[in-house]
């Protein structure tokens, strides 16, 4: 979808994209199972609740890798699901339902249209979020509930080949029939402190056997009776429905790592025998205090919590960037007011001193911009050379405004809206600003690009720069600067 500008790529010499996988625990040079569209599943939120700010990094850091795979010249398609049932307390299967505790909560009854209500509420709020900051929305969202026939479908595919056993209390997966269980991760099976040899349930094989569907009053039908499918199939049939059996990336927090996503693993390559996903990307946690961020902590901050403080959304992305995503950062109120100011700063270059400056991104930049975004998304590294950018002398505000617009397309800070005018870019042309001819130019590199014809693309988009027009693809579509 998004091809690298011509004008980009002659000027900058694009390294690998570098990006450290769980599964190998070493970085490695992306290369995609396709050539040039990315096949990218995110673990969504259970949506029993708000999101706390933890949790929203998960998605800052999944969208940070789509505006590079962009920036890179990929098309991602990009799955985000909703887990509206199923998952419990713990991440296995002990423990009580989160919906269950989200209904009781909210003194709803316990009905499946209750449940359906619940998530309804929160599903609102978690794409209010992401709206507010900036997440670029996924190719689709999958709600686990539109999904229960592709779920039963892939037990029972698990079953057939013989790779499950029933309990009194549902179906579950025996994972002495899938030798690499665990490999993510390295997880220690028999080590006590996995903490997976506590057997909560007695008939199962293996403690860490997980379950695959659980009996129930509440539930769907299903031929082992009335009942939910467990939270790890969930994501395992909607990769399958939305994306397909093989994956290039699949992201999560680092919590989902040994149990979540060693059952995604467990089950879809039992079912294909092919590998699941290539690639495997966590992000670490955010803490208060060193403290993991959590409700049942009860420091389970919102964004709603950051706005009532006077902080924006943008703000908060602005500070998850100055941290690697792998690394844990701290939160605090402190910590984001540094942040405000200093993003108040880049906001007022942006929409006041260099508003109306024009002048051609500096490949000088660019390079060292790439750099450090394709070693494993070096956002720290970003943000130094966003204020190194803003001090150099020799470069003109028109220069430093039109390298911080490219730089934009990847940090998602709202560099190029003014809130203040509604979602009009600042810089970027408006339709009726822009002449016939360059639009004519314009729709038809669009038709090339949607036919994948990326010479023509890039040759037309060369022609438009040549008269003085700067096209940037972006989420919603091409953006034009007028740089002569
Ligand atoms: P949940 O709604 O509990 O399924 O979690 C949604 C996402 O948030 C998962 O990818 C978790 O790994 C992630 N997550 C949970 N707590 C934190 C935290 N304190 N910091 C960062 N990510 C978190
Ligand atoms: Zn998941």
Not at 6 to 16: H, I
Not at 273 to 287: A, D, M, R, T, V
Request: aromatic share 10%.
């Amino acid at each position: 979808m998004f091809g690298i500008s011509s004008k980009r790529r002659a000027a900058t010499n694009f390294p690998p994209l570098s990006l450290y996988n769980t599964e190998s625990r070493i970085r490695e040079n992306f290369v995609p199972l396709h050539k040039h569209d990315v096949l990218m599943y995110s673990c969504g939120p259970t949506v029993y609740d708000y999101a706390h700010i933890g949790n929203l990094r998960a998605y800052v850091f999944a969208d940070t890798l789509k505006r590079t795979l962009f920036y890179n010249g990929y098309s991602v398609n990009h799955t985000i699901n909703y887990t509206d049932f199923g998952h419990l307390s713990s991440d296995g299967d002990h423990g009580d339902d989160k919906m269950m505790k989200g209904l009781s909560r909210e003194g709803m009854d316990i009905s499946l249209e209750s449940m359906h209500l619940l998530s309804d509420r929160y599903i609102k709020a978690f794409n209010d979020d992401l709206t507010a900051l900036n997440i670029i929305f996924p190719t689709q969202f999958a709600r686990a509930s539109d999904y229960v026939r592709e779920q039963i479908t892939l037990i029972k595919t698990l079953e057939e080949k013989g790779y499950t056993y029933s309990t009194s209390d549902g179906i579950y997966f025996d994972i002495s029939k899938f030798p690499t269980y665990g490999r993510l991760g390295n997880i220690d099976l028999e080590g006590q402190e996995s903490g997976i040899r506590v057997a909560v349930n007695p008939e199962k094989k293996h403690p860490a056997d997980f379950a695959l569907w659980k009996h129930g009053a509440l539930g769907f039908k299903s031929q082992w009776g009335t009942g939910f499918p467990g939270w790890h199939i969930e994501c395992s049939a909607m990769a399958f429905a939305t994306l397909g059996k093989q994956l290039d990336i699949h992201t999560g927090g680092v919590d989902n790592i040994s149990t979540h996503h060693n059952g995604e693993i467990a089950q879809s390559e039992a079912a294909t025998g092919k590998q699941f996903s290539k690639y495997w990307l966590h992000s670490e946690h955010i803490q208060i205090e060193n403290q993991k961020i959590s409700k049942s902590f009860g420091n389970g901050l919102t964004l709603q919590t950051l706005y009532d403080e006077g902080y924006t959304a943008h703000e908060y992305r602005y500070w998850l960037l100055t941290a690697h995503y792998r690394t844990k950062a701290n939160f605090s109120l402190t910590a984001l007011d540094g942040a405000k100011q200093a993003f108040t700063r880049l906001r007022r270059f942006m929409f006041e001193d260099w508003a109306t400056e024009k002048g051609l991104p500096s490949t000088e930049y660019q390079q060292l911009f790439v750099e450090a975004i394709n070693d494993d998304l070096n956002t720290p590294k970003v943000i130094a050379l966003v204020w190194e950018l803003v001090r150099d002398e020799k470069l003109t505000p028109g220069e430093k405004r039109a390298t911080l617009l490219d730089f934009e397309n990847v940090l998602g800070l709202g560099l190029d809206i003014d809130p203040e005018a509604g979602r009009i870019a600042l810089g970027h042309l408006s339709p009726k600003d822009i002449p016939a001819d360059i639009q004519a130019m314009i729709d038809e590199r669009e038709a090339a690009r949607i036919a994948r014809n990326w010479p023509e693309a890039d040759r037309l988009r060369g022609t438009i720069a040549q008269k003085g027009y700067q096209l940037e693809d972006t989420a919603e579509g091409p953006k034009i600067t007028q740089t002569l």
